[in-house]
């Protein structure tokens, strides 16, 4: 049986920074693609960016881009969302998914998710 699971939230103030991992069980990470996703508080899920199984990264939007990276070790099984200089809207529960990353990020490309981690954005 196939598990992703998320851990590294936490609380933290304007500008911090947060690495959040997730690891697998029951496959082989190296070989699938990984998405990122946040659930912001009264809004519905949302893409942040992706990593494909050549390391490629895609980000959905702009904001992201340039302060959040994605990284993958594979001794660890596990892929990891390095975030810096957040900010209050960062905020939210951040999910791990595995499907199919392209530049939309989409929900609907991935089949199998974490259960989430909460990541609080505040000063």
């Known amino acids: 049986q196939v598990q992703l699971v998320e851990s590294g939230g936490g609380l933290v103030q304007p500008g911090g920074s947060l690495t959040l991992s997730c690891a697998a069980s029951?496959?082989?990470?190296?070989?699938?693609?990984i998405g990122w996703f946040r659930q912001a508080p009264g809004k519905e899920r949302e893409g942040i960016n992706c990593?494909?199984?050549?390391?490629?990264?895609?980000f959905a939007g702009d904001s992201e881009e340039g302060r959040f990276t994605l990284s993958r070790d594979e001794a660890k099984n596990s892929v990891y969302l390095q975030m810096n200089d957040l900010k209050p809207e960062d905020t939210g529960v951040y999910y791990c998914?595995?499907?199919?990353?392209?530049?939309?990020?989409?929900?609907?490309?991935?089949?199998?998710w974490g259960q989430g981690t909460q990541v609080t954005v505040s000063s």
């Open positions: 990593i494909d199984s050549d390391n490629f990264t895609r």
């Open positions: 029951g496959v082989r990470l190296r070989y699938q693609d």
């Open positions: 998914a595995m499907g199919i990353c392209t530049e939309s990020v989409s929900l609907h490309d991935y089949e199998i």
